[in-house]
C-alpha cells in the first residue's frame, strides 16, 4: 500500500506572501442583478429596513416622518420651527443606522432614498439646515470613452466640434434614443414644461457621460454663433425654461419642496463651492461637472445665456427681492461668478477640442479624461498587487 505523501509545511516567507495577496472576488454567477444598492456604503434603503427591524427605531423614525408637514423647509436664513415631540424623535435616531446614509444618482428608488434621506437630516442636525451636506455618495468612477471617428468622416472638415458631438451621439444607440426623447417632448408650440424637463432629467441621468458632457459642453469658435446655438438649445430653452422669469429665492424655495431638486441643488453646492477668496474649489473638477449636469431637468435648470460665450446662469431674476437682495444675488452668482464651475466647464472644452485635433492612429480608440485632483487629497498608501505579489511566490515555491 502506497503510503500517502504527509505535506511539508510552508516556509515563513511564503505564508507571508500568501497573505499579502487580496481575497479574490467572488464571481456574479449568470443573471444576477448588479449590485446597484450594495455599492453604497450605507443606503438609506438599507438603512431603513435595519432601522424598522428594531421597534424604537421604527417608531421614531415614522413619528418624525409624519412631522414632515409640521416641520417647515426653511431657508438658509430663516429659523426653523421644530415640535418639541420631533425634536425628541430625532434624538431617538441618532445612533441608529439611518444616520450618515447615502444615495446615489443612478440607483434604482433614487426619490424614496432621497426621502429617507431629508427626513433623517433632521435627525442628524435636529432642526438646523445643512446647504453644504449633500445626500449622494462621494464617488467618481472614470472609465475609458470608446469612440469611433471612421463614420465622422463624412462631415465637412469644417464642422463645428458641436455638430460633431450630435453625429456622435446619433452614433451611439441609447443616447440616439434618449436624445430623440427629449428632443420630442421640448419641441413643438405645445410643449409641456415638466415633461420636457422630466425627458431631459433623465437623458443627463442615463446618457453616458462622456455623451452627455459632449454635447452640453463642446467648445465653439468666439464668431461660431451657429455652433453657439446649437449648444444653448441643448437644453431646449425655449421649453425647459420658465417663459417669465420668476424671482431667483422663490425659485429655490420651489426646488427646496422637491426632493430631487433639493438633493441636486445642495450636491452642487457641495462639489463646486470656492472655499475661499482665492477660488479654491471644495472638489475636483470632474465632481463639479456632474453635479452641475444634475441639475438639468429640474426647477434650477442653468444655461449658458448666449450664443457667444461659455457664460451660465439661472433662469431667474433678483429684482424685487426687498431686504433678502444680496442673499438672492448670491444665489444667482454662484453660477454666473463661479469660478470652480468656470474652470471646469473651460477645462473640459479644451478636453474636447483636443480630441478632434490630433491624429489618432485608429479610428476607433479608448479615451480618458484627466482632470484636476484636489490636492488636499492624499494618495493612497502602497498596497501589494497580485502580480507583485504572485510572481516571487512562484520563484520561491519552485525552488522550495
Known amino acids: 500500500m502506497v503510503r500517502p505523501l504527509n505535506p511539508r509545511p510552508l516556509p515563513p516567507v511564503v505564508l507571508m506572501l500568501l497573505l499579502l495577496l487580496p481575497p479574490s472576488p467572488l464571481p456574479l454567477a449568470a443573471g444576477d442583478p448588479l449590485p446597484t444598492e450594495s455599492r453604497l456604503m450605507n443606503s438609506?434603503?438599507?438603512?431603513?429596513?435595519?432601522?424598522?427591524?428594531?421597534?424604537?427605531?421604527?417608531?421614531?423614525?415614522?413619528?418624525?416622518?409624519?412631522?414632515?408637514?409640521?416641520?417647515?423647509?426653511?431657508?438658509?436664513?430663516?429659523?426653523?420651527?421644530?415640535?418639541?415631540?420631533?425634536?425628541?424623535?430625532?434624538?431617538?435616531?441618532?445612533?441608529?443606522?439611518?444616520?450618515?446614509?447615502?444615495?446615489?444618482?443612478?440607483?434604482k428608488n433614487q426619490v424614496?432614498?432621497?426621502?429617507?434621506?431629508?427626513?433623517?437630516?433632521?435627525?442628524?442636525?435636529?432642526?438646523?439646515?445643512?446647504?453644504?451636506?449633500?445626500?449622494?455618495?462621494?464617488?467618481?468612477?472614470?472609465k475609458p470613452w470608446k469612440m469611433n471617428?471612421?463614420?465622422?468622416?463624412?462631415?465637412?472638415?469644417?464642422?463645428?466640434?458641436?455638430?460633431?458631438?450630435?453625429?456622435?451621439?446619433?452614433?451611439?444607440?441609447?443616447?440616439?434614443?434618449?436624445?430623440?426623447?427629449?428632443?420630442?417632448?421640448?419641441?413643438?408650440?405645445?410643449?409641456q414644461r415638466h415633461v420636457c424637463l422630466r425627458q431631459l432629467l433623465t437623458f443627463f441621468e442615463k446618457a453616458a457621460e462622456p455623451h452627455a458632457q459632449g454635447l452640453l459642453l463642446c467648445p465653439c469658435a468666439p464668431n461660431d454663433r451657429g455652433c453657439g446655438e446649437r449648444r444653448r438649445n441643448t437644453i431646449a430653452p425655449n421649453c425647459a425654461l420658465p417663459p417669465v422669469a420668476p424671482n431667483c429665492l422663490e425659485l429655490r424655495r420651489l426646488c427646496f419642496s422637491d426632493p430631487l431638486c433639493r438633493s441636486r441643488l445642495v450636491d452642487f453646492q457641495t462639489h463646486c463651492h470656492p472655499m475661499d477668496?482665492?477660488?479654491?474649489?471644495?472638489?475636483?473638477?470632474?465632481?463639479?461637472?456632474?453635479?452641475?449636469?444634475?441639475?438639468?431637468?429640474?426647477?434650477?435648470?442653468?444655461?449658458?445665456?448666449?450664443?457667444?460665450?461659455?457664460?451660465?446662469?439661472?433662469?431667474?431674476?433678483?429684482?424685487?427681492?426687498g431686504n433678502l437682495q444680496e442673499e438672492c444675488?448670491?444665489?444667482?452668482?454662484?453660477?454666473?461668478?463661479?469660478?470652480?464651475?468656470?474652470?471646469?466647464?473651460?477645462?473640459?472644452?479644451?478636453?474636447?477640442?483636443?480630441?478632434?485635433?490630433?491624429?489618432?492612429?485608429?479610428?476607433?480608440?479608448?479615451v480618458m479624461a484627466h482632470q484636476n485632483e484636489n490636492p488636499a487629497v492624499r494618495p493612497q498608501p502602497w498596497v501589494p498587487s497580485l502580480f507583485s505579489c504572485t510572481l516571487p511566490l512562484i520563484l520561491l515555491l519552485s525552488l522550495w
Open 44 to 107: 438609506c434603503l438599507q438603512a431603513r429596513r435595519k432601522c424598522q427591524a428594531d421597534p424604537t427605531c421604527s417608531a421614531a423614525y415614522h413619528h418624525l416622518d409624519s412631522c414632515t408637514s409640521s416641520i417647515s423647509t426653511p431657508l438658509p436664513s430663516e429659523e426653523p420651527s421644530v415640535p418639541a415631540d420631533c425634536l425628541e424623535a430625532a434624538q431617538q435616531l441618532r445612533n441608529s443606522s439611518l444616520i450618515g446614509c447615502m444615495c446615489h444618482r443612478r440607483m
Open 112 to 142: 424614496a432614498c432621497l426621502d429617507i434621506y431629508w427626513t433623517v437630516h433632521r435627525a442628524r442636525s435636529l432642526g438646523n439646515y445643512e446647504l453644504d451636506v449633500s445626500p449622494y455618495e462621494d464617488t467618481v468612477t472614470s
Open 149 to 191: 471617428l471612421s463614420k465622422l468622416n463624412m462631415l465637412k472638415p469644417d464642422s463645428d466640434l458641436c455638430f460633431k458631438f450630435a453625429m456622435l451621439c446619433t452614433l451611439n444607440d441609447k443616447c440616439d434614443r434618449l436624445r430623440k426623447a427629449y428632443g420630442e417632448a421640448c419641441s413643438g408650440p405645445h410643449c
Open 277 to 321: 477668496i482665492l477660488g479654491t474649489c471644495a472638489t475636483e473638477q470632474s465632481r463639479c461637472l456632474r453635479a452641475y449636469l444634475g441639475l438639468i431637468g429640474t426647477a434650477m435648470t442653468p444655461n449658458f445665456v448666449s450664443n457667444v460665450n461659455t457664460s451660465v446662469a439661472l433662469s431667474c431674476t433678483c429684482r424685487g427681492s
Open 329 to 366: 444675488e448670491q444665489l444667482e452668482g454662484f453660477f454666473s461668478h463661479n469660478p470652480c464651475l468656470t474652470d471646469a466647464i473651460a477645462a473640459k472644452m479644451r478636453f474636447h477640442s483636443q480630441l478632434f485635433s490630433q491624429d489618432w492612429p485608429h479610428p476607433t480608440f479608448a
